[in-house]
């Protein structure tokens, strides 16, 4: 039983090492590939997941193979706490998205998003200066209303398009400021605009290719809908993640238990 247990520990964490060496190899990726901070946001928690991962496998390796019992307990007790801080994020990733959806436009194919709908939670991240300031930085980097204004589009063609969260809060203005479609980024204001709107995005919105509606509360809402749906699946693969380590832990804590027995009762020495 304990080498069937040890066994079987060892070729858990001689998985857990590939994807240790997977997400290193992703993290060094990233630091050559990427050419601004938007880009390089990935990096450094991708290669500490890596060095995390690569740790515990190694412990566990050891452990399992040379059947070192403090060794053992210490990565049995690193495992336990990861397993612990994985559910607990899991839980708050689906609470804090609970709310939240895109609003459906009448004669639009795209939905439009109020920053009001998401959790108070999500809504201070975005409504904090500082944040916004790099996340604004971020959109702008990507060029998302840049490739959105080079579709040239007609009018029709434009309002039966299916946009993103982003491209609909932040390079456009909302549907009931009533602005005249000059082109995907460009909108004209009527005659006569009043500047006292309920709406104060319709105010907020210019034409400068760099401004556009990027300090928008639609531009936030639409943020937080991506960050929801991404959220969302990155909770979805952390519970796959955390069978697979409730498994390991598992096997872990039967070779724990029989090294520790096998330790106690050492074989008895054989008499010719």
């Known amino acids: ?11 858990l964490n001689a998985c857990v090492l590939v994807l240790a060496v997977v997400a290193l190899g992703g993290g060094a990726w990233l630091s050559h590939r990427a050419s601004t901070d938007c880009e390089r946001f990935l990096e450094r928690p991708v290669i500490a997941l890596g060095v995390l991962l690569l740790a515990l496998s190694l412990a566990g390796l050891a452990g399992a193979l040379c059947r070192a019992t403090c060794l053992l307990w210490l990565y049995l007790l690193a495992l336990f706490l990861l397993i612990v801080l994985l559910f607990a994020f899991t839980i ?21 998003y109020r920053l009001g709908d998401y959790s108070t939670w999500l809504q201070r991240r975005v409504e904090n200066a500082e944040n916004w300031a790099k996340i604004r930085s971020c959109l702008q980097d990507g060029k998302v209303c840049q490739k959105l204004g080079e579709r040239k589009e007609t009018v029709t063609q434009f309002v039966n398009s299916n946009l993103s969260p982003i491209q609909s809060g932040c390079c456009k203005p909302p549907t009931g400021c009533n602005f005249t479609y000059q082109s995907e980024t460009v909108w004209i204001k009527p005659p006569g605009f009043n500047t006292t709107t309920d709406d ?8 400068d290719q760099t401004a556009l509606c990027y300090d928008c509360m639609a531009c936030k809402a639409g943020v937080l809908a991506n960050l929801k749906n991404d959220w969302k699946k990155i909770a979805t693969v952390n519970i796959v993640f ?3 380590l409730i498994v390991v832990y598992s096997v872990g804590c039967c070779a724990f238990r029989n090294n520790r027995q096998d330790n106690s009762y050492p074989a008895r020495p054989t008499w010719k």
């Open 92 to 112: 708050f990733a689906f609470v804090v998205t609970n709310r939240g959806a895109g609003w459906v436009v009448s004669g639009r194919g795209y939905k439009e």
């Open 200 to 207: 104060p995005d319709c105010t907020t919105w210019s034409n």
């Open 242 to 244: 955390l069978i697979f």
């Open 1 to 11: 039983m304990a080498r069937c247990s040890n066994g079987l520990l060892g070729l």
